[in-house]
């Protein structure tokens, strides 16, 4: 069996620009991060997609609705890709500037992820990596999606973890070359339940 699944991040919201930290908040898209959705549109506007998996946040299912567009497919909100939650300090700043985050070792999060502190009520690295692995096989084990091209609109830390079920990076590694920019799009494929990563992190606008 083989599929091909493109792998998506969602465009801009003013939290990211801002530098709050978002994590499970419903935070939608900001004007610019539409245009990078319909840029992003524009370059995918060829591909045969079939299957819409989206995280159920308003950010990620809006750039698929902007990158799917009138295209007749079959549309899952599935919350095993929604972002990795930050507990009790989403809403929070963590630019330098106006950092408000009650433990001063948050930044762990991006730049020494091993010894990065779950927040209270949060996720660990190692709990988004299980749930995003466990959609990852069940999709490969989907038989009616032979030969099928399925989108995933996700985020930043969840779709590093999808990779991390390919690639098994250690934690201290987690992050590779860095967090994926917003509508970023990853190619992958699927045969025989092995995957294959045919292009990283490419954009469709400058």
Same mark, same amino acid.
């Given at each position: 069996?083989?599929?091909?699944?493109?792998?998506?991040?969602?465009?801009?919201?003013?939290?990211?620009?801002?530098?709050?930290?978002?994590?499970?908040?419903?935070?939608?898209?900001?004007?610019?991060?539409?245009?990078?959705?319909?840029?992003?549109?524009?370059?995918?506007?060829?591909?045969? =997609? /079939? @299957?819409?998996?989206?995280?159920? !946040?308003?950010?990620?299912?809006? *750039? %698929?609705?902007?990158?799917?567009?009138?295209?007749?497919?079959?549309?899952?909100?599935?919350?095993?890709?929604?972002?990795?939650?930050?507990?009790?300090?989403?809403?929070?700043?963590?630019?330098?500037?106006? =950092? /408000? @985050?009650?433990?001063?070792?948050? !930044?762990?999060?991006?730049?020494? *992820? %091993?010894?990065?502190?779950?927040?209270?009520?949060?996720?660990?690295?190692?709990?988004?990596?299980?749930?995003?692995?466990?959609?990852?096989?069940?999709?490969?084990?989907?038989?009616?999606?032979?030969?099928?091209?399925?989108?995933?609109?996700?985020?930043?830390?969840?779709?590093?973890?999808?990779? %991390?079920?390919?690639?098994?990076?250690?934690?201290?590694?987690?992050?590779?070359?860095?967090?994926?920019?917003?509508?970023?799009?990853?190619?992958?494929?699927?045969?025989?339940?092995?995957?294959?990563?045919?292009?990283?992190?490419?954009?469709?606008?400058?």
């Amino acid at each position: 069996m083989k599929m091909k699944i493109y792998l998506m991040r969602h465009g801009e919201t003013d939290y990211n620009k801002n530098k709050m930290i978002q994590g499970q908040c419903d935070i939608e898209l900001n004007e610019y991060g539409r245009e990078l959705a319909r840029i992003t549109a524009e370059g995918l506007k060829e591909v045969p =997609f /079939d @299957v819409v998996y989206t995280s159920p !946040l308003i950010r990620a299912k809006e *750039t %698929a609705q902007i990158v799917i567009g009138d295209r007749k497919v079959l549309w899952i909100e599935e919350p095993r890709i929604q972002e990795i939650c930050f507990g009790e300090y989403e809403g929070k700043h963590c630019g330098r500037k106006n =950092f /408000d @985050v009650p433990d001063k070792t948050f !930044l762990n999060f991006f730049f020494d *992820t %091993a010894n990065y502190r779950t927040p209270p009520g949060g996720e660990s690295f190692a709990d988004i990596i299980k749930r995003t692995g466990e959609f990852l096989t069940e999709l490969l084990h989907k038989e009616e999606y032979a030969d099928k091209t399925i989108l995933i609109s996700t985020h930043g830390c969840a779709l590093k973890a999808i990779l %991390a079920n390919i690639k098994h990076p250690s934690i201290e590694n987690f992050w590779g070359d860095g967090v994926h920019k917003n509508c970023a799009v990853t190619i992958l494929e699927a045969k025989d339940n092995k995957i294959e990563i045919l292009e990283e992190g490419k954009l469709f606008y400058q």
